[in-house]
């Protein structure tokens, strides 16, 4: 139910809110100012409640963006980033997004498909097509839910 304290059965430490219950078996998740939407069956009741205070400023965020861009951006900075960004596209229901991470060496763009191997919500990545920003851009596609 909304408003229910929930750790995750991976990290107990960090006790997050219930905000929605969009679909059977799964339920949106706020653990400080990250929303994620997780199945119920990963999910334990927390002891106490976490503050109100994060969940209502996070719940005022407006929808994200359909594209990010870290361009200048270190490597690390450019992943937290594009991380946090990445599952809060995919709690509000993007199919998919584009990452800017522009042409340059091409360090910043490897670095991003690397990373992308691993994120367990991306079903796919390819670079822009002409139209897209071609090499400057990753259009990532995520799982269905």
């Known amino acids: ?17 219930v905000i929605d219950v969009p679909r059977e078996g799964h339920v949106t998740v706020a653990f400080g100012s990250m929303k994620m939407r997780v199945d119920l069956d990963a999910l334990d009741r927390a002891e106490t409640k976490p503050a109100k205070q994060s969940v209502s400023v ?14 200048g951006m270190y490597g ?18 993007f199919e998919r997004v584009d990452i800017i991470h522009g042409k340059g060496t091409g360090a910043l763009r490897k670095r ?13 990545s390819r670079l ?9 851009v990753t259009v990532v596609f995520f799982i269905e839910d």
């Open 128 to 136: 822009g097509e002409w139209n897209e920003g071609t090499s400057g």
């Open 58 to 71: 996070h719940l005022q965020e407006e929808r994200p963006k359909s594209e990010i861009d870290v361009r």
């Open 1 to 17: 139910m909304p408003g229910d304290a929930v750790v995750l059965r991976e990290n107990p430490s960090q006790a997050g809110t």
């Open 112 to 124: 991003v498909h690397e990373y992308l191997r691993d994120v367990r919500i991306v079903a796919s």
């Open 76 to 93: 690390d900075d450019a992943i937290k980033t594009i991380d946090n960004y990445l599952y809060e596209a995919y709690t509000a229901g």
